[in-house]
């Protein structure tokens, strides 16, 4: 959080340094020479990236210096006129900003769509692989351990049949709730597709990780103790693994459908 913030204050002054050059070369060039337009750089990039509020105080700083200049280049210039410049730079600021920031909103909307599953608020299944890879990498390189939980519903085929696609829903995004409620805030989230999720768990050994997914077990046993009554069986993956993050996936994947041949409502570990 602090080293972001520091890349914010960092971009901000570097504006703020664009600001002061354009500013200086105005003052420089020849009176009927007009460099104050170069403003609207400074303000679109920090709207862009810090937001419209951020923009309008560089709107408002930018101004002020355009009207200072004025009254230096062109000192016989009306009070009318003036403030038709003036209003027109900060008309056409308004239509730029905004329109950035409707493009940046959309711009988060999609990276939303491309990386977590709009159901259950999870990472989907692209997302979840490609964290996994990093926190593969991670484990391996500081010889740590790390664990994946691999989770599939029982019967979940058989709630849709009996209740409907909105139940289903309805229970997918209940189990979604149940897991994030159960794990920690390092552990990270991801539905793989249709009633399969998984877990990935850095820094945690065996013991630890088999514990959590038990825990994880019973908690969505517990929320639903009605109608449907829905269980889960769950494949543990833990150590500092070899292989790739589809490899591990393939086998926490194989310990789960071996939860389910034991009986399901369970949990099978493999080293």
Same mark, same amino acid.
């Given at each position: 959080?602090?080293?972001?913030?520091?890349?914010?204050?960092?971009?901000?002054?570097?504006?703020?340094?664009?600001?002061?050059?354009?500013?200086?070369?105005?003052?420089?060039?020849?009176?009927?020479?007009?460099?104050?337009?170069?403003?609207?750089?400074?303000?679109?990039?920090?709207?862009? =990236?810090?937001?419209?509020?951020?923009?309008?105080? @560089?709107?408002? !700083? #930018?101004?002020? %210096?355009?009207? +200072? /200049?004025? *009254?230096?280049?062109?000192?016989?210039?009306?009070?009318?006129?003036?403030?038709?410049?003036?209003?027109?730079?900060?008309?056409?600021?308004?239509?730029?900003?905004?329109?950035?920031?409707?493009?940046?909103?959309? =711009?988060?909307?999609?990276?939303?769509?491309?990386? @977590?599953?709009? !159901? #259950?608020?999870? %990472?989907?299944? +692209? /997302?979840? *692989?490609?964290?996994?890879?990093?926190?593969?990498?991670?484990?391996?390189?500081?010889?740590?351990?790390?664990?994946?939980l691999y989770l599939d519903l029982d019967n979940f085929k058989t709630v849709n049949d009996?209740?409907?696609?909105?139940?289903?829903?309805?229970?997918?995004?209940?189990?979604?709730?149940?897991?994030?409620?159960?794990? +920690?805030?390092?552990?990270?989230?991801?539905?793989?597709?249709?009633?399969?999720?998984?877990?990935?768990?850095?820094?945690?050994?065996?013991?630890?990780?088999?514990?959590?997914?038990?825990?994880?077990?019973?908690?969505?046993?517990?929320?639903?103790?009605?109608?449907?009554?829905?269980?889960?069986?769950?494949?543990?993956?833990?150590?500092?693994?070899?292989g790739t993050a589809e490899e591990l996936l393939r086998r926490a994947d194989q310990a789960?459908?071996?939860?389910?041949?034991?009986?399901?409502?369970?949990?099978?570990?493999?080293?």
């Amino acid at each position: 959080m602090r080293k972001s913030a520091l890349r914010r204050a960092a971009w901000l002054l570097g504006n703020a340094g664009l600001v002061a050059l354009v500013c200086v070369l105005d003052r420089v060039t020849p009176p009927h020479v007009h460099l104050g337009v170069l403003y609207v750089l400074p303000v679109l990039l920090v709207t862009w =990236q810090d937001g419209v509020q951020w923009g309008l105080v @560089f709107a408002v !700083l #930018t101004t002020l %210096l355009r009207v +200072r /200049a004025g *009254l230096d280049q062109v000192p016989d210039a009306s009070p009318i006129e003036r403030a038709l410049n003036e209003g027109s730079y900060l008309v056409v600021l308004a239509v730029a900003m905004s329109g950035l920031a409707q493009l940046r909103r959309t =711009q988060e909307q999609l990276e939303q769509l491309a990386t @977590f599953d709009p !159901l #259950t608020g999870a %990472l989907n299944a +692209r /997302a979840f *692989l490609g964290h996994l890879e990093y926190e593969l990498g991670r484990a391996r390189r500081y010889g740590r351990p790390m664990a994946l939980l691999y989770l599939d519903l029982d019967n979940f085929k058989t709630v849709n049949d009996r209740h409907g696609h909105d139940t289903g829903d309805a229970v997918l995004r209940l189990v979604g709730d149940a897991i994030r409620q159960t794990v +920690r805030r390092a552990d990270t989230v991801g539905r793989l597709g249709g009633d399969e999720f998984a877990v990935v768990m850095p820094e945690t050994d065996g013991p630890v990780a088999h514990a959590a997914a038990a825990r994880l077990a019973a908690g969505i046993r517990s929320v639903f103790r009605g109608t449907p009554s829905v269980t889960a069986s769950i494949g543990v993956l833990s150590g500092t693994p070899a292989g790739t993050a589809e490899e591990l996936l393939r086998r926490a994947d194989q310990a789960m459908y071996a939860a389910k041949r034991s009986g399901k409502d369970r949990v099978v570990e493999v080293a």
